[in-house]
């Protein structure tokens, strides 16, 4: 029997999110959630394709439990992890700094680095490691692969990863710029490319994740040359929750003057900043409503997200020299055309121009809503992390069979 099921994990601190996929002809087979583990009553919604989803709430005290739980539901649909399609188990991990540039198969020097990257990825790290800890006790024999977020990244030039700091300091740190959401860009960016009929290598395109979290990023013929989060997420646009740019200095005068804690400034500009502090809403299409119903604060908040990733598009515009595409991305990217028309707007002496009635069209699959003419192509390119992290295990251990 061939080995080419994948199933990819995204484990967070409370949640499990996976998918089952065939590489023959990269179908998805399954996806689900498990939520709220190690609460008084977690939930798993499982869906397999062509079928409909099922509901479950009751208690998963760990990512064990979760695991099982998830082997039991694609049992039901003859899709059980103890079957011998299954060809790796692919985990996203969140961080891994400076050292992984690859994807990688697990080992224990493997789950030692990625564990002394804990400090730098507190809240991410220690899940992703439950997660591939959790899988290789229920599957000893399959290989684990790591794909990390950071990954993509690690191409950056020293002039785009370093930030202008005292040296020692910062290397005895590892302070440095990393980025993140790299699976998403690398996808993206190669898509793109698709979408246009060119060789990725012969592309330079800008790709704007906007979802929850948001980040931009600088691709040169496939390689990341510049991106907007930093050592952690919270660098770069104006985000869900998050405050994104801002002088450091903020900081030590809400210590100084505003009497706050480290933690509490962590909390503020990671949870309460962004379009929630700007306007008490982090949803775009609750944002939207408002703007139209005249609300002030809901237009503020538009315009200072809108601002910003205006100036990153104009940034790396600069960083790239000629740019052939701007791609967008992500729940907000890819769904939300007001945010579209509003960033391009303006940009025609750049050669960016958005058709408002392409823009409009609403769809699935990758698409120009440039008109046919323009200098530098605009594309709504939908992210899909899972079938890349899938993709990228796949062909390891096809390489390493
Ligand atoms: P995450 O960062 O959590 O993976 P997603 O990429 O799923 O986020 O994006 C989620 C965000 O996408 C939501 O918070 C919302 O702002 C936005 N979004 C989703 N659907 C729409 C829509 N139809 N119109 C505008 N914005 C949308």
Known sequence: MSRTRVLVLNSGSSSVKYQLLDMRGSDRLAMGLVERIGEETSRLRHTPTGGLSREWSGSVPDHDAALKAVAAELAKDGLGLDSPELAAIGHRVVHGGKHFTEPT???????????????????????????????????????????????????????????????????????????????????????????????????????????????????RGGRCVDTSMGLTPLEGLVMGTRSGDMDPAVIFHLMRVGGMSADEIDTLLNKRSGLIGLCGDNDMREIRRRVDAGDERARLAFDIYIHRLKKYIGAYYAVLGRVDAVAFTAGVGENAAPVRE????????????????????????????????????????????????????????????
């Open 105 to 219: 198969v697990v080992d224990d020097a493997v789950l030692a680095e990625i564990e002394r990257l804990i400090p730098v990825a507190p809240l991410h790290n220690p899940a992703n490691l439950t997660g591939i800890r959790t899988a290789q006790a229920l599957r000893p024999d399959l290989p684990q692969v790591a794909v990390f977020d950071t990954a993509f990244h690690t191409t950056m030039p020293e002039s785009a990863a370093r930030y202008a700091i005292d040296v020692e300091t910062a290397d005895a740190h590892r302070v440095r710029r990393y980025g993140f959401h790299g699976t998403s860009h690398a996808y993206v960016s190669r898509e793109t490319a698709r979408l246009l009929g060119r060789a990725p290598e012969d592309v330079n395109v800008i790709v704007l994740h906007l979802g929850n979290g948001a980040s931009a990023s600088a691709v």
């Open 342 to 401: 509003a960033a391009v707007a303006g940009l025609e002496g750049l050669g960016l121009v958005v058709d408002a009635g392409l823009n409009a069209v609403r769809a699935d699959r990758a698409r120009l809503i440039s008109p046919a003419d323009a200098r530098v192509a605009v594309a709504v390119v939908p992210t899909d992390e899972e079938m890349e992290i899938a993709t990228q295990t796949y062909a390891l251990v096809e390489k390493e069979r």
